[in-house]
């Protein structure tokens, strides 16, 4: 059996030198990520500095255990058999979730003809070149470009700035309870985990070497965005929120936080969509140049 613990900050450390390699692209590979959602998901650890190994065991949204793929400099097929053995002893349907189509090839190399592969569409991840974000070309995004113009006309005095500070970071979360008391996302549980989520990951902002922007009309924060770098190549927007009523708030951080934050990477991971419809027509509406397609990995029988 593994010795699985619940998760804590103190964890940080090791996890980024497991992950420090990490090539897969996909959201799910954060610590800052995994941490702030723990509330949601329960999520415990092992980790193994020697064998270079870190596992996860988590509750997906249908309540469902499910492990992560194995990161580090290990075995696979051992930490496969590993895996295998906790579920067996615990008595749990072994189940892998959030796999890419390079981990399932990985992970079928491994332990030929053991497992099966599940897509799962809402977990898909959304990566767009980043120089298209900021530039926005083409009749496609004509729209978004309309947006902008239309929030610069209408908002003369906007500006935008790094979150460096505590009483940055203070602001955020003052713009986040004023979001979440008139935002629609309390009508989808996934949403309100967001919410949790997005305060955590403010309180640990410099903890977890978050990199953060925002948007200011008239010296009021209006919207905020914060990731951090996930590979050599790819960062990964972890929060963004803008007040809905103002026309073009979202587009502007959007474009912004990119031509500020990021354009040192190819490309930039903005997460999943949560099988929430008009979030996956956001989504899909910036024209994503990959969309990182993620399935579930069951035993094949």
Not at 49 to 70: A, G, H, W
Not at 148 to 157: L, Q, V
Not at 244 to 258: M, S
Not at 288 to 298: A, M, N, R, S, Y
């Amino acid at each position: 059996m593994i010795d699985f613990k619940p998760i804590a900050l103190a964890d940080k450390a090791k996890v980024y030198e497991l992950f420090k390699n990490n090539e897969y692209r996909s959201s799910g590979l954060s610590f800052a990520n995994i941490f702030s959602w723990t509330s949601k998901h329960k999520t415990q650890l092992y980790i193994d500095l020697k064998e270079q190994i870190v596992l996860f065991r988590f509750i997906d949204s249908n309540e469902k255990l499910c492990y992560t793929m194995p990161i580090g400099n290990m075995n696979l097929a051992h930490a496969l058999e590993m895996l295998l053995a906790d579920a067996k002893e615990n008595n749990f349907l072994f189940r892998i979730a959030k796999v890419t189509d390079k981990m399932w090839q990985e992970i079928n190399n491994a332990i030929p003809n053991t497992f099966r592969y599940i897509d799962c569409r809402d977990d898909y991840d959304y990566l767009y070149l980043t120089e298209k974000l900021i530039t926005l070309p083409g009749k496609k995004l004509q729209s978004k470009r309309n947006h902008i113009n239309r929030f610069k006309a209408e908002n003369p005095d906007w500006k935008y700035i790094r979150i460096t500070s505590d009483t940055e970071i203070n602001e955020c979360l003052e713009m986040l309870e004023e979001w979440e008391n008139n935002s629609f996302s309390r009508l989808h549980e996934s949403q309100q985990f967001d919410y949790i989520a997005t305060r955590t990951m403010l309180k640990n902002f410099h903890y977890f070497g978050l990199k953060g922007g925002a948007i200011k009309v008239n010296g009021k924060m209006i919207a905020f965005s914060f990731g951090e770098p996930l590979t050599k190549d790819t960062f990964v927007i972890h929060i963004e929120k803008a007040f809905e009523h103002i026309t073009g708030a979202y587009a502007i951080i959007n474009q912004q936080f990119a031509l500020h934050e990021a354009t040192s990477y190819t490309y930039i991971n903005r997460e999943e969509d949560l099988g929430i419809e008009n979030l996956r027509k956001a989504k899909m509406s910036y024209q994503p140049e990959i969309v990182l397609q993620h399935g579930i990995v069951l035993l094949n029988h």
